[in-house]
Structures are given as C-alpha cells and as structure tokens.
C-alpha cells in the first residue's frame, strides 16, 4: 500500500500548506497573547509543557509529523481503509460511554494522560472518508431515496451519537455534509425544506406563536384571491397553499412549543431566547419551580455563565477599533475577563489585539483556504477525492462560520472550535489530518481512486 520511492513534495499544493501555517501560527500568537504574562520565561514556558501555548506547540510539532507521514502515504490507502476506520471511529465514540471522562458537561473525551481525545471530532475524518468511499462507488446511485438514506445514516450516526453524550454543537457540524451530497447530485428540495424551517424556527423566536398563526392564515387568504382564476382551472396551487399553510400552522403551533417545552432543556431554552434579547416564551409562568436540584442549578449557572462570556467576547472585539490595541495590549483578554478565550473564543483576542483590519485579514485568510480547497475539488478525476474535498471544505465553512457568529453574538454558545486555531489537540489533530488527507489525494489526482 506504499509507494516504493515517494517525493513528498511531488505534486503537492504548497498554498494551501502555507494557508495552514498562517492559520496555525496565528493561533499560537492569540493563544500566547492570553496567557503570557509580565515575567514568564518565554522560551522556559514554551518548552515546559505547563502553558496551553506550550501545550499546543507540541500538538504542532506531533501533527507535523503526521502530515509528513500523509504525505509519504500511497493515497489508495484511504479508499482502502475508508469503511473500516469509520467504523473503528464510531466504536471510538462509543468506547467514550464506557471509558469517557466528562469536561464541562459532555462525556465525550478519552483521557491519554499528556491530553484528552474527543472521539466525535476525529469522527469528522472518517465520516468524510467513508461518504466519499460510498458516494464514489459505482453501484451507488445518488438520485434514489435508497442511496440518499444509506448516505444520510453514514453522515449522521456519529451526530447522533454527539448528542446523547452532550455534545450538541459537534453533533450540528455533522450537517455540513449536506453540501458535498448535494454536489454529487442531492435534491435541492431536501435543502429548501430544511431552510423553510430554520426560518420558520428563527421567526418563532422573534415574534409569538398567535402573531404567526395570524399572518400565515393572512398570507394564505392572499395567496389563494391573487390566484382565483387559475384555480378554478387548475386546483393544483390550491392543494399547495393549503398543504403549505398547514405545514406551517403544525410547525408554529406544535412542533416548536413541543421542542422548547419538552425536548430543549429550560437552561437551553432560554440561551436561545436571550440570545435574540426575548423572555422565552414556552415557560410556564403558573407552574412551581422545580429547578432546585443541584443539577439544574448548575446547568443554569452555566447557562448564565455562557451568556457573560458572549458579552464579554463582543466588549473585547469591540475595544480593538480599527487597528486594534496591539499584540499583549488587550486589557480584556490579559485580564481573564472572557473565559475560554484560548478555545472556543479565541476569534476575541484576534480582535482586541488586531483589531477590525486584523479580523478581515484572518476572515480573508479562511476564505482563501476553502475556495482553495473548492478549486481543488473541481479539478479532480477522482469522485472519491471530489466529494471529500467537499467534506473538508464544509467543515471548515461551518465550524468558521458558527464560531465566529457565537463570538460576536450572532449564534447561541454551542461549543465549536475555529480551525488550526482554538486550543486542543484533537482539535488541532482533526483539522491536520483532513487537510493533508486532501493535499495527499491532490498530489495524486491523475490516479482515479474509487
């Protein structure tokens, strides 16, 4: 399975390797910049393994070695091997049940002893290995429900399996594979169904049930008097504005109150109402308080405690202005005032201490690596290679995307790393070996892998 005489940088796409160095040592700089204080020895911190920056260096100079390793790999190894390392993924996860440690709410990590292993975010490479394998086969026919289903059951075991050990916001990235199957030929109707109702779910947040039902009913009525005459004709369009005003009428009605009652957590319910600055709705105002466990209690301090970081996150982003207040000069993130800044919002001492020009160089950044990896995608002969570039570039779309709007308030605090960024090994781990998997399939593009 190995090439006799491999040239490690035959073919390579050295842009995107050096897309992924700014990436990395930029987040070794932000990671630096919030814990460094006056005194430390840098070069002492750096090699004592004690400092998170210490720490993520190491995982660096580890995930070098794998890339390298990729690199020296014969790319039939991935088709090879697709299924049988999804599979040892899912039992991974699994094993997290049984073995796990619980950080922060979620029994999702394996203690190794020098770091903690979150199966279900190495998931995402196997996930993507074993959609492209299928995809790629030549039995599979994609524009059957059949294919569509075995493809949506390899996308979403492991989410759903993130989610029964608490870790909701992994578990929603696992959706980003919805673009590469859409590329290889998914109905755009699955996609405009699930965009209806995220917006029906986001127009249920701002304004009350009774208001929607009225203005449905309202649009409905409109609806049907605009087109009178063709449907005395045809009662075609009349069978879908009833059905769609329906559809609607359940969803507002039902479906959404029975989720924020009975599915969603109170504390979790409520962090999506405040973050659209509304009371939650759902909550029965006439019942007796029973959140006085000391489970309930906590989640609800952690509740409270992520909406502070939010707004500690946008006070930091705020204070850089336009050039920011310059490298180890951020007085909210030296000063520990916006907690898990060297993880999930890391984007904040980017802003403090960069400022908005420093922001849109790293958004700049980001955008150039995935429409690298787009390009990429389009320019392969393989289907195998082409779906999984798609896999890696929907990743990293989403996790950019949702991390930053959870930094700046745009989205509830879900937990989601910035790529090549955030602290963490399996993160940083992740993240590498998706890359080079890519760069690896690229070198060899003339080959037609399946």
């Known amino acids: 399975m190995y090439q006799k005489n491999p040239e490690i940088g035959k073919g390579v796409d050295w842009?995107?390797?050096?897309?992924?160095?700014?990436?990395?040592?930029i987040g070794l700089l932000c990671i630096f910049s919030v814990e460094y204080r006056n005194g430390d020895g840098v070069l002492q911190s750096f090699l004592g393994f004690k400092k998170?920056?210490?720490?993520?260096?190491?995982?660096?100079?580890?995930?070098?070695?794998?890339?390298?390793?990729?690199?020296?790999t014969d790319s039939k190894l991935f088709t090879a091997t697709?299924?049988?390392?999804?599979?040892?993924?899912?039992?991974?996860?699994?094993?997290?049940?049984?073995?796990?440690?619980?950080?922060?709410?979620?029994?999702?990590w394996i203690p190794l002893g020098f770091?903690?292993?979150?199966?279900?975010?190495?998931?995402?490479?196997?996930?993507?290995?074993?959609?492209?394998?299928?995809?790629?086969?030549?039995?599979t026919n994609f524009s059957k429900p059949k294919s569509q289903l075995v493809a949506a059951v390899i996308a979403f075991t492991p989410a759903a399996l993130s989610i029964l050990q608490g870790e909701t916001g992994l578990a929603l990235v696992y959706f980003s594979f919805l673009i590469p199957m859409y590329r290889e030929g998914l109905p755009p109707g699955y996609l405009i169904f699930g965009a209806a109702m995220a917006l029906l779910l986001v127009a249920s947040l701002l304004l009350s049930t009774k208001t929607l039902l009225i203005a449905?009913?309202?649009?409905?009525?409109?609806?049907?008097?605009?087109?009178?005459?063709?449907?005395?004709?045809?009662?075609?369009?009349?069978?879908?504005?009833?059905?769609?005003?329906?559809?609607?009428?359940?969803?507002?009605?039902?479906?959404?109150?029975?989720?924020?009652?009975?599915?969603?957590?109170?504390?979790?319910a409520d962090r999506i109402f405040s973050m659209v600055g509304v009371d939650n709705p759902f909550t029965d105002k006439n019942a007796i308080d029973i959140t006085n466990s000391a489970d309930e209690k906590a989640k609800q301090k952690k509740n409270d405690q992520q909406n502070y970081n939010v707004k500690q996150s946008k006070i930091a982003i705020g204070s850089g202005g336009l050039?920011?207040?310059?490298?180890?000069?951020?007085?909210?993130?030296?000063?520990?005032?916006?907690?898990?800044q060297h993880t999930d919002f890391i984007f904040t001492s980017v802003g403090e201490n960069f400022g908005f020009l420093g922001s849109t160089f790293l958004m700049l950044v980001y955008?150039?690596?995935?429409?690298?990896?787009?390009?990429?995608?389009?320019?392969?002969?393989?289907?195998?290679?082409?779906?999984?570039?798609?896999?890696?570039?929907?990743?990293?779309?989403?996790?950019?995307?949702?991390?930053?709007?959870?930094?700046?308030?745009?989205?509830?605090?879900?937990?989601?790393?910035?790529?090549?960024?955030?602290?963490?090994?399996?993160?940083?781990?992740?993240?590498t070996v998706l890359l080079f998997i890519l760069i690896k399939l690229d070198s060899d593009r003339q080959m037609v892998l399946r």
């Open 82 to 108: 697709a299924n049988l390392s999804y599979l040892a993924g899912i039992l991974l996860v699994l094993a997290t049940f049984v073995v796990g440690r619980e950080i922060k709410g979620s029994k999702s």
């Open 115 to 139: 770091m903690n292993l979150q199966p279900v975010e190495m998931c995402k490479i196997f996930t993507s290995l074993a959609l492209a394998k299928y995809l790629s086969m030549p039995e």
């Open 15 to 25: 842009i995107m390797i050096w897309l992924y160095f700014i990436l990395v040592a």
């Open 216 to 268: 449905f009913t309202i649009l409905g009525v409109i609806i049907l008097f605009a087109n009178r005459k063709q449907i005395r004709r045809n009662n075609r369009l009349l069978i879908i504005v009833i059905s769609s005003w329906a559809f609607c009428i359940l969803f507002v009605g039902i479906v959404v109150p029975f989720t924020f009652k009975h599915v969603f957590k109170k504390y979790q």
């Open 367 to 431: 955008l150039s690596l995935i429409l690298r990896i787009v390009f990429i995608a389009e320019r392969q002969r393989s289907t195998f290679s082409r779906v999984y570039a798609y896999c890696v570039a929907s990743i990293f779309f989403f996790h950019v995307a949702v991390n930053i709007s959870v930094t700046i308030g745009l989205a509830p605090v879900i937990g989601i790393t910035l790529p090549l960024m955030s602290y963490g090994g399996s993160s940083l781990l992740t993240f």
């Open 323 to 340: 050039l920011g207040k310059g490298f180890l000069k951020g007085t909210q993130t030296q000063g520990d005032f916006v907690p898990e």
């Open 52 to 72: 998170n920056y210490s720490k993520q260096m190491f995982y660096f100079m580890a995930c070098i070695v794998l890339a390298i390793f990729i690199l020296l």
